[in-house]
């Protein structure tokens, strides 16, 4: 991060030190910020699988009476004849703040009921024995998760968290990120084959053909991205849809329409994405390889304990991951897409599993083409572009493209807005009323 | 232990010992193997539904045992299912619990006497951490026995010798 190179250089940190520190550093940040995220999500994925299916989900792991506990711990110890200044101080602060600390409580308890499950979840798989069986092939075993989760997590490398908050930016970022995410594919293989088992294998080949099919239609997408931005870079993506270029313009500067969706192109290329990214992460409706009514668990079948919440944990970052792309390529960049992951889960809980054949049909004879005609298309726009520029001059065709854009934004926006607040059907109202009838409350008489 | 003090008031805590944190973290997070053989299973699958909803206690089915901490044996244990379910135990990793669901698993159940094939309650092959009766037990009866392994959990101790 050049900004943290700066710092550094003015605190007088020169030379080697100030290379590695600032490398080093940002790296960590955002390894733990996104893996505490990661875990989050998971608590999130809980929640919405409990909404979805009208149920309660998590409660009992509170952030609860933390707080409230602390300060009386602390008032009692503070009241105790053998206490100390500190001691006596800290009762003090604690029994002036009591008030503010319940209510803290509770509010957390309120907005977020057992927040906690998932550092209970994974402070139980470390405690967990760790099973090798005999008859695996002991260093690839162990090593699998670690190369899924080096996958995942090294993709976070190039995201552009905000202007000036990045670990690196690559003049070769998409491409970095194309090439280090498809690595997953050779962990999770490994982990197939060096368990032995033949679920964990067939699941390992599964996961294998599927990563390597929609590798294809991300690619595509990837590559129109490119084309309609002129740079590689992550952060160059992002410049280039908030308008931020010398000279711009007032039309030409930061706005909705800016951002790569509102292009036609893109915007068949959004769903093709988001498609792919789904099948990339293993996530139902595609999620084959982990099929529990075949395959048991597939390729992690024979992991416990902690190399299973690594698996976990990457395919919750690949979540994140994949998102933050689709973001930076779509929707302008500089978020963190939670929406997206919250839309992943939606489809996780809504949508059942795809058989084989399906999945490699709406690949090959789908996506692709579909992916193929918007790439051609971008490809031949360009050249008109570069035709007419010379005609009509850069200025003229800068204003021009702008209109297109704005009305092709405004044309799907509307149809939002439309779609939003169009009459209802008889059938859709019924349904309507059918999802809004107050659920059986949990336990109630039969 | 100053500030790191055991409270256990109601049933969150997080000021605590260091003992009491990794109990907590186990009994809240008690992933049950999806396993069952009779009627009993379709109780244990009515318990894990939305009206009874054991996730509200951090419950998760997992399919392979690899990565289940509990075992419900629901339902009628055959002998030659009993070296099955034995297996079954054993590729759990440590540590791990039994719940024995319903009479037959307790004992044979409606089975008792004259059947031929019928083991005699699963704790001839594997250890029973809480026996629940019924034929079937209601959820609510199951969510008791998990509540009774809760508690049971919570007065294991790891880092300290007992006494
Ligand atoms: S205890 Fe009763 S309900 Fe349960 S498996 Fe046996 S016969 Fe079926």
């Known amino acids: 991060m050049p900004t943290l190179y700066q710092a550094l250089n003015s605190w007088g940190v020169h030379g080697w030190p100030a290379d590695v520190l600032a490398v080093v550093v940002p790296c960590l940040i955002v390894v733990v910020v996104v893996l505490t995220i990661v875990g989050f999500s998971t608590y999130v994925e809980r929640k919405v699988a409990a909404d979805i299916q009208r149920r309660i989900g998590p409660n009992q792991c509170n952030v609860g009476p933390f707080f409230g506990e602390f300060a009386r711990v602390a008032v009692r110890n503070g009241a105790s004849p053998n206490a100390g200044f500190s001691g006596r101080a800290m009762a003090a602060v604690c029994k002036a703040l009591l008030p503010l600390l319940n209510a803290a409580d509770r509010i957390l308890s309120r907005l977020a009921p057992g927040v906690l499950i998932f550092m209970a979840d994974g402070l139980k798989l470390i405690l967990k024995e760790d099973i090798i069986p005999d008859a695996t092939d002991k260093p690839l075993f162990r090593a699998a998760p670690y190369v899924v989760l080096a996958s995942a997590v090294g993709a976070l490398a190039v995201l552009p968290y905000s202007d000036a908050w990045y670990v690196a930016d690559f003049n070769i970022g998409v491409f970095y990120i194309a090439a280090i995410t498809s690595l997953e594919v050779l962990g999770i293989l490994m982990a197939g084959w060096a368990s032995n088992n033949k679920w964990a294998l067939l699941g390992g080949m599964r996961s294998a053909a599927q990563i390597v099919s929609y590798e294809v239609p991300v690619g595509l997408a990837l590559a129109t991205g490119i084309l309609i931005c002129g740079t590689m870079s992550m952060q160059g993506m992002t410049y280039d849809q908030l308008g931020l270029r010398p000279g711009s313009t007032w039309y030409s500067d930061g706005w909705l329409w800016q951002w790569n969706i509102f292009h036609p192109a893109m915007f068949v290329l959004a769903p093709v994405y988001f498609l792919a990214a789904l099948a990339e992460c293993n996530r139902t409706p595609f999620d084959i390889p982990e099929a529990e009514s075949e395959l048991v668990s597939g390729y992690h079948i024979e992991y416990s304990g902690m190399r299973f919440a690594i698996f976990f944990m990457a395919e919750y970052t690949m979540m994140c991951v994949t998102s933050a792309i689709a973001v930076t390529l779509f929707l302008g960049g500089w978020s963190t897409g939670i929406g997206l992951i919250l839309l992943m889960m939606w489809i996780r809980w809504t949508l059942p599993r795809f058989r084989v054949d399906q999945m490699m049909t709406l690949c090959w004879k789908k996506l692709i083409p579909v992916g193929v005609a918007c790439f051609l298309a971008v490809c031949v726009w360009l050249i008109v572009r570069m035709v007419c520029a010379n005609r009509i001059g850069e200025v003229a065709l800068e204003r021009t493209t702008f209109w297109l854009r704005a009305c092709f934004a405004g044309v799907v926006l509307g149809w939002l807005v439309w779609y939003f607040r169009r009459p209802l059907t008889p059938a859709e109202q019924a349904q309507r009323e059918l999802i809004a009838r107050p659920s059986v409350p949990s336990g109630a008489p039969l | ?163």
């Open chain 2, 1 to 163: 232990m100053g500030v790191l003090q055991h409270f256990f008031e109601h049933d969150n805590v997080v000021c605590t010992n260091v003992d009491t944190l990794l109990n907590l973290s186990k009994e809240n997070s008690l992933w049950y193997l999806l396993f069952a053989t009779a009627c009993c299973g379709i109780e244990l699958m009515q318990t894990g539904a939305s009206r009874f909803d054991v996730d509200r206690f951090g419950m998760i089915p997992r399919s392979t045992p690899r990565q289940a901490d509990l075992m419900i044996v629901a339902g009628t244990i055959t002998h030659k299912m009993a070296s099955r379910v034995k297996r079954l135990y054993e590729q759990m990793p440590e540590p791990k619990w039994v719940i024995s669901m319903g009479s037959c698993a307790n004992a044979g159940g409606p089975f008792c006497k004259y059947s031929y094939s019928v083991l005699r309650g699963i704790d001839k092959y594997i250890p029973v951490d809480v026996y629940i009766p019924g034929c079937p037990p209601r959820p609510e009866a199951l969510i008791e026995g998990v509540f009774k392994l809760r508690e049971k959990i919570h007065r294991e101790t790891v880092l300290r010798k007992e006494g």
